[in-house]
């Protein structure tokens, strides 16, 4: 595609339940981030994914959430039992770099996923 | 923990007018610095990035310096239009591939 993919565009669930959030990123990119972003506050590294190499996941907020990347292309966060503060804009951003952001490479983000928990 | 501070908050300004948005940072051991474009309900766009040896970089009516000794970054827009109202975010990175954001600038710019 012509850019990152992100779905669902909205979720409203309820507290306790399980989500999964989805990120494509673009096609030949290797290197994948998520980001939180909650109201008001800046936004909140969760997890960075290169390559084959083991993720950067030091951002996670709790063991209630994981993240996979199958096949180095598409990559599912997973939410469990959900809480109120977990609420926020969850975005996916990729870049082509293998060693980071350069002027050459830079980050193109997804539309993100709103996620509302009742 | 790298803090990043953007002020103001918020800005409204007459078409025209430049725009001149403040971003600090606690760490000047930085490896690059960017500033992003966020539009209401869509993801970030990257504007500038500026590397760690650089002090400036500039795109059009865009103009981004940086002054790691101080730890502050601006962003300079000029002869401002309504198509620039947006959010816009600054972020950090200690590392490569780690981003700390501030909370960023939210501009309106008046026809």
């Known amino acids: 595609g012509a850019g990152v993919s992100q779905s669902p565009s909205n979720k409203v669930t309820e507290k306790g339940k399980d989500v999964e959030l989805r990120c494509d990123p673009i096609?030949?990119?290797?290197?994948l981030y998520w980001y939180r972003q909650s109201l008001g506050q800046g936004l909140e590294f969760l997890i960075y994914?290169?390559?084959?190499?083991?993720?950067?996941k030091s951002g996670l907020p709790s063991d209630r959430f994981s993240a996979e990347r199958t096949g180095g292309s598409v990559s599912t966060l997973t939410i469990q039992r959900t809480q109120q503060e977990d609420s926020a804009v969850y975005l996916c951003?990729?870049?082509?770099?293998?060693?980071?952001?350069?002027?050459?490479?830079?980050?193109?983000f997804g539309n993100g996923t709103r996620l509302t928990v009742t | 923990k790298q803090e990043v501070t953007q002020i103001p908050a918020a800005l409204s300004v007459p078409e025209g007018e430049n725009l001149v948005l403040n971003c600090s940072f606690t760490?000047?051991?930085?490896?690059?610095l960017q500033w992003f474009r966020q539009d209401p309900g869509k993801g970030l766009t990257s504007l500038l990035l500026?590397?760690?040896?650089?002090r400036e970089q500039t795109s059009g009516r865009l103009n981004a310096s940086l002054d790691k000794s101080s730890g502050r970054s601006t962003l300079y827009i000029a002869a401002s239009q309504p198509g620039d109202s947006a959010t816009y975010l600054c972020?950090?990175?200690?590392?490569?591939?780690?981003?700390?954001f501030g909370a960023g600038t939210t501009v309106t710019v008046r026809a």
């Open positions: 994914f290169q390559g084959n190499s083991a993720p950067d």
């Open positions: 972020a950090v990175s200690l590392f490569p591939y780690k981003l700390s």
């Open positions: 500026i590397q760690s040896s650089q």
């Open positions: 951003a990729s870049s082509l770099a293998t060693t980071g952001v350069s002027n050459n490479s830079p980050l193109h």
């Open positions: 096609s030949g990119h290797t290197a």
């Open positions: 760490d000047s051991a930085i490896y690059n």
